[in-house]
């Protein structure tokens, strides 16, 4: 069973930025969506950025022009960049890749306070 790792979250600084890592164990045939979701403590999963296999990106309104998804040149390797993080971005943040298959993430926590 295919397994997405996610690396990068932590505890920040208003105004500061990380950088979310996201890579599966094996194989993942046929991906057609990469994407990035978002939890806060009470509240239900949230989609924050996505990718298509075309190319595209899109964002949820608050997080627009200040994260940005991307991948590696092999697409082996999902990102968030997250700059200009405030405290409402405080959440467990999942990747998503949907192909042949529907994988999450395990989860990483990323927390914005001073």
């Known amino acids: 069973q295919v397994q997405l790792v996610e690396s990068g979250g932590g505890l920040v600084q208003p105004g500061g930025s990380l950088r979310l890592s996201c890579a599966p164990s094996?194989?993942?045939?046929?991906?057609?969506?990469m994407g990035w979701y978002r939890q806060a403590p009470g509240k239900q999963r949230d989609f924050v950025a996505g990718?298509?296999?075309?190319?595209?990106?899109n964002y949820t309104i608050a997080v627009k022009g200040r994260f940005t998804i991307s991948t590696d040149n092999t697409k082996d390797t999902l990102y968030l960049q997250m700059d200009s993080l405030r405290a409402d971005d405080t959440a467990v943040y999942y990747c998503?890749?949907?192909?042949?298959?529907?994988?999450w993430g395990q989860g990483t926590q990323v927390t914005v306070s001073s």
């Open positions: 998503r890749w949907k192909g042949r298959g529907d994988y």
């Open positions: 094996g194989s993942v045939f046929s991906v057609y969506f």
């Open positions: 990718l298509s296999g075309g190319g595209a990106t």
